[in-house]
Nanobody
Framework: QVQVVESGGGLVQAGGSLRLSCVASGSIFYVSAMAWYRQAPGKERELLAS???????NYADAVKGRFTISRDNAENTVYLQMNTLKPEDTAVYYCNARVVTMRGEDDYWGQGTQVTVAA
């Protein structure tokens, strides 16, 4: 069993900052990559940022320069530092972990954490 748990969401004023955290735990051999997605009401889930164990990062254009993904490999934890938040950043934020277990490699999702940015 693998569990992925996000934390750190909340309500913030436009221009403010939040830091999200995500921990993967359970019967894990190896976490090859972790990523953050978000889904706003009526919209599809979108990839925001990803980070591999080797340190390769990718960002969506919508958050490039404002959001930073980082990772603690030893703790299977990934963070998303979000600065200069805008009302359009309001969404449920999800963590994805690509995990290798005894059954092979698979993607695991957290339950999501709400981020609300007030104008």
């Amino acid at each position: 069993q693998v569990q992925v748990v996000e934390s750190g969401g909340g309500l913030v004023q436009a221009g403010g900052s939040l830091r999200l955290s995500c921990v993967a735990s359970g019967s894990i051999f190896y976490v090859s990559a972790m990523a953050w997605y978000r889904q706003a009401p009526g919209k599809e889930r979108e990839l925001l940022a990803s980070l591999t164990t080797r340190g390769n990062t990718n960002y969506a254009d919508a958050v490039k320069g404002r959001f930073t993904i980082s990772r603690d490999n030893a703790e299977n934890t990934v963070y998303l530092q979000m600065n200069t938040l805008k009302p359009e950043d309001t969404a449920v934020y999800y963590c994805n972990a690509r995990v290798v277990t005894m059954r092979g490699e698979d993607d695991y999702w957290g339950q999501g954490t709400q981020v609300t940015v007030a104008a």
